[in-house]
């Protein structure tokens, strides 16, 4: 058969750019994921962006892009999961739509609340890291108050479990509120640390637990007479 010559052009796709800021603020939100779902992404790159670390994040100054989009109808969504951020009052979520393989969409913005770090260690008395610790987020009100408010707002409490070396980190923290921080392990006795409260000129505050090895009750079951 004679030599047939086919030359194909790839186009480099539609562009998305925007940017995510503090609410209140001008200050970009840096290093939060974007997740992009539909369009031909529904059927080619979806499983790729099932993993949070491989999605495109924001830059220092809240920057983001998507390149090599197809024409299609896409879902955008700021993943603040994980992050010194938390969803406001406008849902970081937008839908846009691509019409043409070459297109550039700028000014696809989104706002998100700041957040605090509560980070620290959970020890013994001689500095010794206590492994796996549960170390829940909670205010001074009675745990039925604060189950109830967790019930309302359809979200469970800040929590985490202390590493090999006894760190912990909670992120997310409501900022201008006050909060505690309870620690319980199976071999030592909980603890409760006192209240603190972090501020948008503070975000991060150090918290060392340190747990002691508590009473132990023993005793006898018996019948009566």
Not at 22 to 34: H, K, N, Q, T, V
Not at 46 to 75: A, C, K, M, Q, V
């Amino acid at each position: 058969r004679p030599e047939q010559r086919l030359d194909i052009k790839l186009s480099t796709g539609a562009r998305v750019l925007g940017r995510v800021t503090e609410a209140g603020s001008s200050a970009g939100a840096p290093d939060l994921p974007i997740r992009v779902e539909g369009g031909v992404l529904a059927t080619t790159y979806r499983p790729i962006y099932r993993l949070r670390d491989e999605l495109p994040r924001t830059d220092e100054n809240g920057h983001y892009e998507f390149s090599g989009l197809g024409p299609g109808e896409y879902t955008l969504t700021v993943d603040v999961s994980n992050s010194p951020y938390r969803v406001g009052k406008e849902l970081p979520f937008k839908k846009i739509t691509i019409t043409q393989p070459d297109q550039e969409l700028r000014g696809i913005d989104f706002t998100v609340d700041p957040a605090g770090i509560v980070w620290g260690y959970v020890v013994t008395p001689k500095n010794e890291p206590i492994h796996r610790a549960d170390v829940l987020l909670c205010s001074s009100d009675s745990v039925l108050s604060q189950a109830l408010t967790a019930a309302v707002r359809r979200a469970p409490p800040i929590s985490s479990n202390s590493e090999e070396d006894g760190y912990y980190e909670l992120l997310g923290v409501p900022l201008n509120e006050q909060w505690r921080i309870y620690a319980t392990s199976d071999d030592y006795a909980p603890q409760l640390a006192d209240p603190f409260v972090l501020t948008p000129a503070q975000r991060s505050v150090r918290i060392d637990i340190y747990l002691f090895s508590g009473s132990i009750v023993t005793g006898r079951v018996i019948e009566p007479g």
